[in-house]
């Protein structure tokens, strides 16, 4: 199965970390340097459960640079996305506006729905145990993360996964329910 996925937040917040770390992609490094528009990652992940199964995910991962001059990147960034990934941090300013932009376009426009989202609250100084628990009303159905590359590796590939299955289970489920709205229409339009 192949999945798009675009990770958003703030300038600043940790996105091409976190994405260079889920896609073994480089070495993690502390240097800043903004993402110009867009970076694609590609990569499969194994060991996905879902439905009691475990499955195989090819993974195209946007990292899109929080940076709004790259506005007008938004649609190619969005067209076709299964999941979106929204990354803030404690240094992020204003992230709650700015997240809630993100969503607005990324979600609320597509339709795709809160199961279909995650939030990472990248915490690399490890100041606090938990993401905090209520970003906004807007973020009240969208599992929260915190987590750190370095120390919680491991956990943060785990969170990952999770997310894939909830997307992928989704997906499976869309597709059985649309197969069934064509087996009732066939039998209404047989009789």
Known sequence: MQLKLVIVGPLGAGKTTISNFLADATEVTSEYRPTQGVRILEFDVDGISVRNRNVKADIELWDCSGDHQFENCWPAMR???HGVIFVYNSK????????EQFYDYFVNQTR???????VFYFDPDQNSLDAPKKISATFARVSQVSCNVEEGGNKLK???????????????????????NIMKDNILFAK
């Open 92 to 99: 992020s300013r204003e992230y709650t506006r700015e997240l």
């Open 79 to 81: 067209k076709d996305i």
């Open 158 to 180: 785990t969170d990952f996964q999770a997310f894939l299955g909830t997307l992928i289970s989704n997906m499976q489920e869309y597709t059985d329910q649309e197969e069934n």
């Open 112 to 118: 795709l729905g809160a199961k279909s989202c995650v």
